[in-house]
């Protein structure tokens, strides 16, 4: 049974920095595509960062080089460093699992990710 838990969220300044986690169990981690989205009120979900099961990181444009995505693969979980935050990131940000490549246009396909996890909140205020 696939299983996604995100941590980490919370309420920081602009300007601030976190740190999220996803911890994966149920899988071979290792050779899945994993990513993070991200999600507003009244928008829909977005793509922040894939990380590639060969190594290969890819993230949306908007970050500016402000996010990092990393992987453990001997602790089976996912990482989402985020710096100079801004109140636009504020969102439930979620880890998102897919047993394959990442596909193209990744940022743009949440559907072809079938396994997410329950989301923590990121809260940027001004």
């Known amino acids: 049974q696939v299983q996604l838990v995100e941590s980490g969220g919370g309420s920081v300044q602009s300007g601030g920095s976190l740190r999220l986690s996803c911890a994966a169990s149920?899988?071979?981690?290792?050779?899945?595509?994993m990513g993070w989205f991200r999600q507003a009120p009244g928008k829909g979900r977005e793509g922040v960062a894939v990380f590639e099961s060969t190594g290969g990181k890819s993230y949306a444009d908007f970050l500016k080089g402000r996010f990092t995505v990393s992987r453990d693969n001997t602790k089976n979980t996912l990482y989402l460093q985020m710096n100079n935050l801004e109140t636009g990131d504020t969102a439930m940000y979620y880890c998102?699992?897919?047993?394959?490549?990442?596909?193209?246009?990744?940022?743009?396909?949440?559907?072809?990710?079938?396994?997410w996890g329950q989301g923590t909140q990121v809260t940027v205020s001004s």
């Open positions: 149920g899988f071979t981690y290792s050779r899945y595509c």
């Open positions: 998102a699992a897919n047993p394959s490549w990442c596909p193209s246009k990744w940022y743009l396909k949440p559907d072809d990710f079938p396994y």
